[in-house]
């Protein structure tokens, strides 16, 4: 392979992940004008057409995406390899970035990090908040958090945060009008605040267990938010039952603005994990946050 087949490719690749040209020149530090040229440059070379291009879209063709699921691997191993170098020095260095949601983010990475920063000035750490399920590759973070039990297979993933448990919740003034559920069919019965997921646009059905029988319920109530903190405020309002994080109610809980129902139906499950592609060639400063950030329970807790 010749420097400039390298160059190309790597062209083609910016090219058919921000689907755009403008996008791609200004990501490669390169004119537009210059990268179309490049791209036809390698399409006579291979004697296929890789993009398509219309006035309002890029996209690569049936050839593109053969060689973009080849080369993106290919091009991340050598950029991993080589960052992974650069950091061969004595205090690991460099950018990390991690999609996860809110609540993790707050629980789990804020505390490491808080921890961890002051003593490796030449880390810096992007977090991007998200709800929904980011493809960590094609958006190129360095890695992702999610609950255990929705990890991919084909992911390396760290534990970094104890089992959870939901609450089912609602104000005292709302159970002096209603009678208390001792069920999950009982839920049918009330107004219920329902969470809208961003992942999907979907509303969440409640996940409900005992004695290892699952139940899903898809609740009705006059109020669906997309936003946790408002679940709670309304809930604590008194206008309905909410489905959250015990901790997140935890406060709510202790000081009776909430009271908490169908506890034996709320088990504790899977907490947080970091994970990142198998083939991800770790750097330095990525494996100091990871050590960081791994969750060791104390006493053999879990």
């Known amino acids: 392979?010749?420097?400039?087949?390298?160059?190309?490719?790597?062209?083609?690749?910016?090219?058919?992940?921000?689907r755009s040209f403008?996008?791609?020149?200004?990501?490669?530090?390169?004119?537009?004008?210059?990268?179309?040229?490049?791209?036809?440059?390698?399409?006579?070379?291979?004697?296929?057409?890789?993009?398509?291009?219309?006035?309002?879209?890029?996209?690569p063709t049936q050839a593109g995406e053969r060689l973009l699921g080849t080369l993106r691997p290919a091009l991340e191993s050598i950029g991993s390899e080589l960052t992974a170098l650069a950091e061969l020095r004595s205090r690991p260095a460099g950018t990390i970035r991690i999609t996860t949601a809110e609540h993790a983010a707050r629980t789990v990475i804020w505390p490491a990090l808080e921890r961890l920063l002051p003593d490796h000035p030449d880390i810096h750490v992007e977090l991007s908040i998200d709800s929904s399920f980011t493809d960590i590759v094609a958006g190129r973070f360095d890695a992702g958090v999610r609950l255990g039990e929705a990890l991919a297979k084909d992911m390396v993933a760290v534990r970094?945060?104890?089992?959870?448990?939901?609450?089912?919740?609602?104000?005292?003034?709302?159970?002096?009008?209603?009678?208390?559920?001792?069920?999950?069919?009982?839920?049918?019965?009330?107004?219920c605040i329902n969470l809208r997921l961003l992942s999907s646009g979907a509303l969440y059905a409640w996940e409900l267990e005992r004695d290892g029988r699952e139940i899903r319920v898809r609740v009705e109530g006059q109020l669906a938010f997309d936003n946790i903190a408002m679940i709670v405020r309304a809930a604590t309002a008194g206008f309905g039952l909410g489905f959250v994080m015990e901790d997140q109610v935890a406060a709510e809980i202790a000081d009776g603005r909430l009271v908490r129902v169908l506890e034996d139906w709320c088990p504790a499950f899977a907490g947080y994990h970091l994970y990142f592609p198998s083939r991800r060639q770790p750097s330095a400063a990525f494996a100091v946050l990871v050590e960081a950030l791994r969750y060791r329970p104390a006493d053999g807790a879990r």
């Open 1 to 18: 392979m010749q420097r400039e087949d390298l160059a190309d490719l790597n062209a083609f690749l910016a090219v058919a992940e921000e």
């Open 160 to 191: 970094i945060g104890p089992d959870l448990r939901m609450a089912v919740v609602g104000a005292p003034a709302y159970f002096a009008a209603h009678p208390i559920p001792r069920t999950p069919q009982d839920l049918a019965e009330h107004n």
């Open 22 to 59: 403008t996008r791609a020149a200004a990501r490669l530090g390169t004119s537009q004008s210059a990268l179309s040229h490049t791209i036809r440059r390698l399409e006579a070379r291979v004697g296929v057409r890789l993009l398509t291009r219309t006035t309002r879209n890029v996209a």
